[in-house]
């Protein structure tokens, strides 16, 4: 992420700027040449200079503004949890999980204070996280709905009057998608760049690409055809991976879930330290690709359950029967797909998350700073524009997105060991959840205290006046929260000094869990 300096903003405003406007200079330039304008005599620049506003304008006004009709679509029915007891469950857990119940209904009612809430008001708001829904409430629903206001009147100490304010909450799922047009240039010469220069660099190091077929290759923006020279195929048919062998055994293999941005190119220099340490051990690797959330046009990522069903096969394909999984941001949530399927949680191990966002899919925090605050500071306008505002990523956690489904709990991480394959426990799977205390994403003070609340012992409380969880040396055992102050959201991977203690954990948890 930015810095936040002067310089910092003016530079990432300026190049922000400087992207939007591609389009309608385009279109304006377009114009003007049919209108017979000419402003120079060099045909060949002329004609190099009208065929790529040509291109421009055509890009904008037959590509991006269709599908922003077409992603803009209502998002389709989501299955909701199936019993009133399972959903009353998951109601009291989310209270539970919040330090501010006041500034947490008032945070999803975006900053309106609970007082002047309705009755209804909260209604909407309680129908849209436990069914997904707004519109239809009646018999049942409606005396369940109820009930949830009396508990949420009794926690925050106050009525809500009846009827309906002026106030509407925070469901991102049905409410207008605030994406912005990247023109052709930013797909063809930045993305496929840096995609051209990732690939060429993974194979010095020695890691092989699979690939479900050339169209998977092929029907993206950009199309990544130099992927096909040295690909095999993948066993998936929608996931795309890149892979070292695993040869040790005596270590567990690794699989990464990767972040939105611009895809695994972010952590070529991770790789590159994977490759002359872990890999040296004989530890392999797996890193799945999530092209939807990797500033690429292509089509939506699979449904979780096919998700989890696909990455199965690549494990089974590689005859890994156990791994330690690793996510970062939003990969975390792809983690808990697979931690909530009875087959791949059978194959998945410690654990390591950074920066995850999962834990607080229940809180306000993480939709409004990804999807609806208005950047200030330079990091937050590098986060608006190259990730919130990006059509396929505001589309994938917005109309595809079940913020209540994909919510991780400090329970789901807590694992014994041979619970889940028929074996007799022995202690608990490693977790660790690597925070930084400037993310401009996540409440991670309130995170870090959440799950620290007992640290894997039901005899260790930790009080939310205790700070010392923050301090506490890393060792393996348990859940664990490492925290590191000065690191804003992603930072975690910029520097060699936070990559090989990330690659410590790995290697810890890959040879003391086997």
């Known amino acids: 992420m930015l810095k936040d300096r002067l310089s910092m903003r003016i530079f990432i405003r300026s190049s922000i700027l400087a992207l939007r406007a591609v389009a309608p200079v385009s279109i304006g330039y377009c114009v003007c040449r ?9 045909r060949i620049l002329g004609s190099l200079v009208d065929g790529y506003a040509a291109a421009e304008s055509v890009f904008f006004l037959l590509v991006y503004l269709p599908r922003k ?6 998002a389709p029915p989501s299955t909701p949890l199936p019993t009133p007891a399972q959903r009353k469950s998951l109601f009291l857990k989310t209270w539970e999980a919040t330090s501010d119940p006041r500034g947490y209904l008032s945070g999803w009612f975006k900053g309106a204070p609970v007082e002047e809430l309705h009755r209804e008001d909260v209604k909407d708001f309680f129908s849209w996280r436990m069914w997904n829904d707004q519109t239809e409430r009646v018999g049942e629903d409606e005396a369940e709905l109820s009930e949830y206001v009396a508990i949420a009147e009794d926690i925050l100490q106050c009525k809500f009057p009846p009827g309906r304010s002026d106030k509407t909450c925070m469901a991102v799922t049905y409410e207008p998608l605030r994406m912005r047009h990247r023109p052709l240039i930013w797909y063809l010469l930045f993305v496929g760049a840096v995609d051209l220069q990732f690939t060429v660099s993974m194979w010095i190091y020695r890691y092989r690409h699979y690939t479900p077929s050339l169209r998977h290759s092929l029907l993206t923006l950009p199309p990544r055809p130099l992927t096909l020279l040295g690909s095999r195929r993948s066993p998936a048919t929608h996931l795309s991976y890149w892979s070292t062998p695993h040869t040790s055994t005596e270590h567990l ?14 952590y070529l220099p991770f790789f590159a330290e994977f490759k002359a340490t872990l890999k040296k051990r004989g530890i392999g690797i797996i890193a799945i690709e999530l092209l939807p959330v990797s500033s690429r046009i292509t089509s939506a990522l699979p449904s979780p359950q ?5 990455i199965a096969e690549i494990l089974r394909h590689h005859d890994w029967d156990r791994v330690v999984l690793a996510s970062h941001s939003y990969g975390s949530a792809v983690a808990t797909w697979l931690l909530r399927d009875p087959e791949t949680a059978r194959m998945i191990g410690p654990l390591l998350f950074v920066d995850p966002v999962a834990f607080s899919f229940h809180a306000p925090a993480v939709p409004w700073n990804f999807l609806r605050r208005e950047p200030r500071t330079a990091s937050e306008w590098q986060l608006w524009y190259f990730a919130s505002t990006d059509p396929d990523v505001v589309v994938t956690l917005t109309r595809r ?7 991780l709990w400090r329970d789901d991480v807590i694992r014994e060991r041979g619970s889940d394959s028929g074996q007799s426990a022995n202690g608990s799977w490693g977790c660790t959840v690597v925070l930084g205390g400037q993310d401009i994403i996540t409440d991670v003070e309130n995170l870090g205290k959440h799950l620290m609340q007992y640290n894997g012992s039901a005899n260790e409380t930790v009080e939310d006046s ?6 506490r040396e890393w060792t393996g055992e348990g859940l664990e929260v490492v925290w590191r102050e000065e690191l804003n959201h992603a930072e975690a991977f910029d520097k060699a000094l936070d990559r090989n203690m990330l690659l410590g954990i790995l290697e810890t948890y890959s040879k003391k869990e086997i």
Do not use: C, Y
């Open 253 to 266: 293999p690794i699989l990464f879930l990767h972040a939105i941005g611009v895809g695994l190119q972010f």
């Open 34 to 42: 049919a209108a017979g304008w000419s402003w120079t005599d060099n």
């Open 401 to 407: 997105f079940d913020w209540v489904a994909n919510s």
């Open 466 to 471: 205790d700070m010392n969880w923050k301090d």
């Open 306 to 310: 096919t998700t989890t069903t696909e």
């Open 69 to 74: 009709w077409f992603l803009s679509r209502p």
